[in-house]
Protein backbone atom coordinates (compact mmCIF):
# COMPACT_ATOMS: atom_id res chain seq x y z
CA UNK A 1 0.00 0.00 0.00
CA UNK A 2 1.07 3.76 -0.64
CA UNK A 3 0.32 6.65 1.26
CA UNK A 4 -0.81 9.83 -0.10
CA UNK A 5 0.72 12.24 1.47
CA UNK A 6 -0.21 15.38 -0.44
CA UNK A 7 -3.33 16.47 -2.70
CA UNK A 8 -4.04 19.68 -4.35
CA UNK A 9 -6.84 20.51 -7.11
CA UNK A 10 -5.28 22.63 -10.12
CA UNK A 11 -8.65 23.44 -11.30
CA UNK A 12 -11.63 21.63 -11.58
CA UNK A 13 -10.89 18.89 -13.25
CA UNK A 14 -6.86 18.23 -12.43
CA UNK A 15 -5.34 17.57 -9.75
CA UNK A 16 -2.06 16.81 -8.01
CA UNK A 17 -1.46 13.62 -6.14
CA UNK A 18 2.07 13.11 -3.67
CA UNK A 19 2.63 9.32 -3.25
CA UNK A 20 4.94 8.45 -0.56
CA UNK A 21 6.84 5.70 -2.63
CA UNK A 22 10.88 6.00 -1.72
CA UNK A 23 11.94 3.45 -4.17
CA UNK A 24 10.77 4.91 -7.00
CA UNK A 25 11.87 8.45 -6.01
CA UNK A 26 14.64 7.04 -5.67
CA UNK A 27 15.11 5.64 -8.91
CA UNK A 28 12.71 8.56 -10.95
CA UNK A 29 13.56 10.46 -14.21
CA UNK A 30 12.17 13.05 -15.97
CA UNK A 31 9.88 11.52 -18.75
CA UNK A 32 8.98 8.41 -17.09
CA UNK A 33 5.94 7.06 -15.60
CA UNK A 34 4.63 4.84 -12.90
CA UNK A 35 1.28 2.13 -13.15
CA UNK A 36 -0.98 2.65 -10.38
CA UNK A 37 -4.13 0.32 -9.25
CA UNK A 38 -6.58 2.75 -6.99
CA UNK A 39 -7.46 -1.17 -5.28
CA UNK A 40 -7.10 -4.90 -5.55
CA UNK A 41 -9.91 -4.69 -8.31
CA UNK A 42 -8.86 -1.49 -10.16
CA UNK A 43 -7.43 -1.55 -13.52
CA UNK A 44 -3.82 -0.40 -14.05
CA UNK A 45 -3.33 2.10 -15.09
CA UNK A 46 -0.14 4.81 -16.12
CA UNK A 47 0.88 8.13 -15.17
CA UNK A 48 3.95 10.38 -16.35
CA UNK A 49 5.64 11.52 -13.38
CA UNK A 50 5.05 14.90 -12.67
CA UNK A 51 8.38 15.55 -10.31
CA UNK A 52 9.92 13.94 -7.27
CA UNK A 53 11.67 13.89 -3.93
CA UNK A 54 14.28 11.90 -2.99
CA UNK A 55 15.03 12.68 -0.22
CA UNK A 56 11.50 12.78 1.26
CA UNK A 57 10.77 9.41 -0.72
CA UNK A 58 7.22 10.64 -2.36
CA UNK A 59 6.37 11.16 -6.47
CA UNK A 60 4.17 13.64 -7.93
CA UNK A 61 1.69 12.40 -10.72
CA UNK A 62 -1.26 15.10 -11.86
CA UNK A 63 -4.13 13.03 -13.37
CA UNK A 64 -7.17 14.93 -15.50
CA UNK A 65 -10.80 13.07 -14.45
CA UNK A 66 -11.67 11.54 -18.24
CA UNK A 67 -12.62 7.84 -16.88
CA UNK A 68 -13.46 5.46 -14.13
CA UNK A 69 -9.50 5.22 -12.61
CA UNK A 70 -9.26 8.92 -12.24
CA UNK A 71 -12.68 9.27 -11.00
CA UNK A 72 -12.14 6.60 -8.26
CA UNK A 73 -8.66 8.59 -7.63
CA UNK A 74 -9.87 11.45 -6.94
CA UNK A 75 -12.12 10.35 -4.31
CA UNK A 76 -8.81 9.64 -2.30
CA UNK A 77 -7.86 12.07 0.60
CA UNK A 78 -4.54 13.22 2.06
CA UNK A 79 -3.66 9.94 4.37
CA UNK A 80 -5.05 7.30 2.38
CA UNK A 81 -3.36 4.67 0.63
CA UNK A 82 -3.90 3.47 -2.93
CA UNK A 83 -2.93 -0.55 -4.02
CA UNK A 84 -0.39 -0.32 -6.44
CA UNK A 85 2.58 2.14 -7.44
CA UNK A 86 4.89 0.17 -9.54
CA UNK A 87 8.08 2.16 -11.45
CA UNK A 88 10.11 4.18 -12.82
CA UNK A 89 9.45 2.39 -15.78
CA UNK A 90 10.13 3.43 -19.66
CA UNK A 91 12.84 5.30 -21.02
CA UNK A 92 14.28 9.08 -18.95
CA UNK A 93 14.15 12.14 -21.79
CA UNK A 94 16.94 12.39 -23.01
CA UNK A 95 18.45 16.73 -22.43
CA UNK A 96 22.33 16.07 -22.66
CA UNK A 97 24.06 18.20 -24.98
CA UNK A 98 20.79 20.67 -25.64
CA UNK A 99 21.49 24.06 -25.21
CA UNK A 100 18.23 26.03 -26.87
CA UNK A 101 15.00 23.91 -26.68
CA UNK A 102 10.83 24.70 -27.25
CA UNK A 103 8.83 23.26 -24.76
CA UNK A 104 5.28 22.88 -26.23
CA UNK A 105 2.81 21.64 -23.58
CA UNK A 106 -1.16 20.97 -24.50
CA UNK A 107 -3.48 20.64 -21.66
CA UNK A 108 -2.99 18.31 -18.72
CA UNK A 109 0.50 17.43 -20.65
CA UNK A 110 2.00 20.66 -19.44
CA UNK A 111 2.15 18.90 -16.52
CA UNK A 112 4.47 16.14 -18.10
CA UNK A 113 6.71 18.81 -19.81
CA UNK A 114 7.13 20.86 -16.68
CA UNK A 115 9.59 18.40 -14.95
CA UNK A 116 11.30 18.41 -17.97
CA UNK A 117 11.63 22.10 -18.78
CA UNK A 118 12.71 22.34 -15.45
CA UNK A 119 15.38 19.67 -15.57
CA UNK A 120 16.79 21.50 -19.04
CA UNK A 121 16.80 24.75 -16.87
CA UNK A 122 19.02 22.95 -14.17
CA UNK A 123 21.31 22.45 -16.96
CA UNK A 124 21.62 25.86 -18.06
CA UNK A 125 19.91 25.44 -21.35
CA UNK A 126 17.66 28.37 -22.73
CA UNK A 127 13.73 27.20 -22.47
CA UNK A 128 10.77 28.35 -24.33
CA UNK A 129 7.53 27.48 -23.02
CA UNK A 130 4.72 27.54 -25.17
CA UNK A 131 1.27 26.20 -22.93
CA UNK A 132 -1.77 26.28 -24.26
CA UNK A 133 -5.55 25.44 -22.71
CA UNK A 134 -9.01 25.74 -23.71
CA UNK A 135 -9.43 28.61 -21.39
CA UNK A 136 -8.90 30.41 -18.16
CA UNK A 137 -10.27 28.23 -16.07
CA UNK A 138 -7.91 25.05 -17.05
CA UNK A 139 -4.62 26.48 -16.85
CA UNK A 140 -2.54 24.90 -14.31
CA UNK A 141 1.80 25.29 -13.43
CA UNK A 142 1.85 28.91 -14.94
CA UNK A 143 3.80 30.54 -11.84
CA UNK A 144 6.45 26.90 -12.11
CA UNK A 145 6.67 27.16 -16.06
CA UNK A 146 7.59 31.35 -15.47
CA UNK A 147 10.00 30.35 -13.00
CA UNK A 148 11.82 28.28 -15.14
CA UNK A 149 11.25 29.33 -18.87
CA UNK A 150 13.17 31.90 -20.52
CA UNK A 151 10.49 32.45 -22.90
CA UNK A 152 6.49 31.89 -21.61
CA UNK A 153 3.85 31.93 -24.12
CA UNK A 154 0.26 30.96 -22.85
CA UNK A 155 -2.52 30.05 -25.29
CA UNK A 156 -6.46 29.19 -24.68
CA UNK A 157 -8.91 28.33 -27.17
CA UNK A 158 -11.07 30.92 -26.58
CA UNK A 159 -8.82 33.84 -25.92
CA UNK A 160 -9.69 34.07 -22.12
CA UNK A 161 -5.72 34.46 -20.86
CA UNK A 162 -2.92 34.72 -22.28
CA UNK A 163 -3.16 35.18 -26.57
CA UNK A 164 -6.44 33.12 -28.59
CA UNK A 165 -5.06 30.08 -30.63
CA UNK A 166 -3.31 26.73 -31.03
CA UNK A 167 0.28 26.46 -29.86
CA UNK A 168 1.56 25.86 -33.40
CA UNK A 169 1.05 29.90 -34.17
CA UNK A 170 3.69 31.38 -32.07
CA UNK A 171 6.12 28.20 -32.23
CA UNK A 172 6.57 28.37 -36.13
CA UNK A 173 6.84 32.67 -35.66
CA UNK A 174 9.45 31.74 -33.28
CA UNK A 175 10.65 29.63 -35.59
CA UNK A 176 10.55 32.29 -38.77
CA UNK A 177 12.14 34.73 -36.43
CA UNK A 178 15.40 32.84 -36.24
CA UNK A 179 15.34 30.75 -33.15
CA UNK A 180 17.41 27.94 -33.74
CA UNK A 181 16.52 25.11 -31.27
CA UNK A 182 18.72 22.42 -30.90
CA UNK A 183 15.02 20.37 -29.97
CA UNK A 184 11.35 20.98 -29.74
CA UNK A 185 9.64 18.86 -27.32
CA UNK A 186 5.57 18.32 -27.60
CA UNK A 187 3.86 16.65 -24.92
CA UNK A 188 -0.08 17.00 -24.60
CA UNK A 189 -3.35 15.02 -27.04
CA UNK A 190 -2.14 13.02 -29.77
CA UNK A 191 -3.46 15.36 -32.00
CA UNK A 192 -1.87 18.25 -30.59
CA UNK A 193 1.73 16.21 -31.08
CA UNK A 194 1.05 15.10 -34.74
CA UNK A 195 0.32 19.17 -35.85
CA UNK A 196 3.69 20.09 -33.72
CA UNK A 197 5.51 17.69 -35.96
CA UNK A 198 3.68 19.14 -39.10
CA UNK A 199 4.93 22.77 -37.75
CA UNK A 200 8.60 21.79 -37.16
CA UNK A 201 9.15 19.40 -40.28
CA UNK A 202 9.35 21.49 -43.10
CA UNK A 203 12.01 23.79 -40.96
CA UNK A 204 13.82 19.92 -39.72
CA UNK A 205 13.53 20.84 -36.25
CA UNK A 206 13.69 17.95 -34.43
CA UNK A 207 11.13 17.03 -32.47
CA UNK A 208 10.45 14.86 -29.67
CA UNK A 209 7.07 13.25 -28.55
CA UNK A 210 6.05 11.65 -25.43
CA UNK A 211 3.55 8.85 -26.32
CA UNK A 212 1.11 7.49 -23.54
CA UNK A 213 -1.26 4.94 -25.44
CA UNK A 214 -2.55 2.14 -23.97
CA UNK A 215 -0.69 0.28 -21.29
CA UNK A 216 -1.31 -2.45 -19.26
CA UNK A 217 1.99 -4.29 -17.97
CA UNK A 218 4.56 -1.59 -18.37
CA UNK A 219 7.44 -4.13 -19.38
CA UNK A 220 6.77 -4.63 -22.98
CA UNK A 221 4.71 -8.38 -22.44
CA UNK A 222 1.44 -7.54 -23.62
CA UNK A 223 1.72 -5.44 -26.90
CA UNK A 224 -0.75 -3.33 -25.79
CA UNK A 225 1.04 -0.02 -25.89
CA UNK A 226 2.51 -0.77 -29.83
CA UNK A 227 3.12 1.73 -31.89
CA UNK A 228 4.31 2.48 -35.43
CA UNK A 229 7.68 4.01 -35.61
CA UNK A 230 9.74 4.41 -38.68
CA UNK A 231 7.40 1.59 -40.39
CA UNK A 232 8.39 -0.43 -37.74
CA UNK A 233 6.59 -1.38 -34.65
CA UNK A 234 7.44 -0.16 -30.75
CA UNK A 235 6.73 -0.29 -27.53
CA UNK A 236 5.97 2.95 -25.89
CA UNK A 237 6.51 1.55 -22.35
CA UNK A 238 10.00 -0.18 -23.14
CA UNK A 239 11.21 1.75 -26.04
CA UNK A 240 9.64 5.40 -25.10
CA UNK A 241 7.76 6.96 -23.89
CA UNK A 242 9.81 9.55 -25.98
CA UNK A 243 9.97 8.71 -29.72
CA UNK A 244 11.23 11.22 -33.02
CA UNK A 245 8.31 12.60 -33.81
CA UNK A 246 8.87 12.57 -37.50
CA UNK A 247 8.05 8.93 -37.84
CA UNK A 248 5.64 8.67 -35.64
CA UNK A 249 2.18 7.31 -37.73
CA UNK A 250 -0.05 9.41 -35.66
CA UNK A 251 -3.04 8.43 -37.28
CA UNK A 252 -3.16 4.97 -36.32
CA UNK A 253 -2.23 6.03 -32.84
CA UNK A 254 -5.18 8.43 -32.79
CA UNK A 255 -7.37 5.65 -34.25
CA UNK A 256 -6.26 2.52 -31.41
CA UNK A 257 -6.22 5.17 -28.58
CA UNK A 258 -10.07 6.06 -29.51
CA UNK A 259 -11.28 2.02 -29.90
CA UNK A 260 -12.41 1.95 -25.49
CA UNK A 261 -13.77 5.49 -25.75
CA UNK A 262 -17.49 3.98 -25.12
CA UNK A 263 -16.46 1.77 -22.74
CA UNK A 264 -14.63 4.08 -20.69
CA UNK A 265 -17.24 6.84 -21.03
CA UNK A 266 -19.70 3.61 -19.85
CA UNK A 267 -17.17 2.85 -16.90
CA UNK A 268 -17.13 6.67 -15.79
CA UNK A 269 -20.64 7.22 -15.11
CA UNK A 270 -21.27 4.10 -13.58
CA UNK A 271 -18.38 5.34 -10.98
CA UNK A 272 -19.83 8.96 -11.02
CA UNK A 273 -22.91 7.25 -9.76
CA UNK A 274 -21.11 5.33 -6.86
CA UNK A 275 -19.88 7.96 -5.71
CA UNK A 276 -23.15 10.28 -5.93
CA UNK A 277 -23.10 11.53 -1.85
CA UNK A 278 -19.72 10.68 -1.06
CA UNK A 279 -18.05 13.26 0.59
Known sequence: MYKIVAKKSLNTIVTMLEIEAPLVAKKAEQGQFIILRVDEDGERIPFTIAGYDREKGTVKIIFQVVGATTEALNHKAAGDYIQDFVGPLGRATELDGLKKVAIVGGGVGCAIAMPIAQKLHELGCEVHSIIGFRNKDIVILEDE???????????????????????????????????????????????????????????????????????????????????????????????????????????????????????????????CNLYKGVQ
Open 145 to 271: FKAISDKLIIMTDDGSYGEKGVVTAPLKQLIEAGENYDEVIAIGPVIMMKFVVLTTKPYNVKTVVSMNPIMIDGTGMCGGCRLTVGGKTKFACVDGPDFDGFEVDFDEAISRGSMYRPFELKAHEET
